[in-house]
């Protein structure tokens, strides 16, 4: 009965402790950039942390910028090439086929793959033209996909209020991260303190060249 009461108990206390976890390994990471811009920019910490933040958004949203054109614009020569492409195959298609019912349906296809049109802008107007004309059929369908759609948000939701959560936690360890090494010290028994603190600067020096060595 131990274990049944004390799994649950690890599980929550692992969900509770996660977003602490990650905001530390956040702000490990960030440190040494943050600690530059101080001294490049001759300013305190907090301005450091935002000058860094800042940094960081405008580089995220100009990937993204240039990002999202490049993908609509392949992703549109994508459509086209299938268009234009699906006919020929389907006519080699039909060269090979003996039954005169398969080569009837090829022809529609053929004919419906040649006429289509790929105005993406045309159709979502005609789609918002034909709206009022649902049955009640297609509105209990919309009415489901609302809902799996609510789930969807509300996960994502989820993941971004996670995400918030950790960068502020995140933010406050930057703000006192030279007070780190001296709270461990504090919790720590004496006898074991130095020989601990010597492993901790054992592993730090070699995470901290790992990760420079990848930034770099």
Not at 3 to 14: I, N, Q, R, S
Not at 119 to 146: E, M
Not at 181 to 202: A, D, I, K, W
């Amino acid at each position: 009965w131990g274990l049944v009461l004390l799994v649950p108990f690890l599980t929550w206390v692992g969900r509770c402790a996660a977003p602490f976890a990650m905001a530390l390994v956040v702000a490990y990471v960030f440190y040494p950039i943050v600690t530059l811009a101080e001294k490049r920019l001759h300013v305190g910490r907090v301005a450091g942390i935002f000058a860094v933040a800042l940094l960081i958004v405008l580089l995220v949203g100009g990937f993204f910028g240039l990002l999202v054109p490049v993908l609509w614009e392949q992703g549109a020569h994508f459509v086209q090439a299938v268009r234009d492409e699906t006919p020929n195959v389907l006519e080699r298609i039909r060269g090979w086929s003996h039954s005169p019912d398969v080569s009837a349906q090829l022809d529609r296809l053929i004919a419906w793959f040649k006429g289509l049109d790929v105005d993406l802008p045309a159709l979502a107007q005609q789609a918002l033209g034909k709206a009022p004309q649902f049955t009640q059929g297609g509105v209990l369908a919309v009415g489901s996909a609302l809902f799996a759609m609510g789930g969807m948000v509300l996960g994502i939701g989820g993941v971004v209020s996670s995400a918030v959560l950790v960068l502020m936690i995140a933010f406050y360890l930057l703000a006192e991260f030279d007070a780190i090494p001296r709270f461990v010290r504090l919790v720590l028994p004496q006898h074991h303190e130095e020989r601990t603190m010597t492993v901790l600067g054992r592993v730090n020096a070699s995470l901290s060249g790992y990760l420079r060595g990848q930034l770099t």
